[in-house]
């Protein structure tokens, strides 16, 4: 599951990194469907992060990935 769930955050990475941010998988519980991400760059402290993490990555992730629960950043 973490294979594909990287591959995916491969194809989102490129328009975060447009406005200067950045995305990295840093784990995926297969158990609970968990995905862990910290948030890089321009992502790190902006305001719209949360939307961004929850309306972008994790719909995506969810959409390709039924597994996948929710998506939470890490520090």
């Not at 950045?22 to 321009?42: I, M, W, Y």
């Amino acid at each position: 599951m973490r294979d594909e769930v990287q591959k995916v955050i491969d194809e989102i990475r490129p328009m975060l990194q447009a406005d200067g941010g950045d995305l990295e998988l840093v784990g995926v519980n297969e158990e609970t469907g968990v995905v862990s991400v910290r948030l890089q760059g321009a992502c790190k402290g902006c305001p719209g992060a949360q939307m961004t993490l929850k309306m972008g990555v994790e719909r995506k992730l969810k959409e390709q990935i039924p597994a996948v629960t929710s998506v939470e950043a890490v520090d």
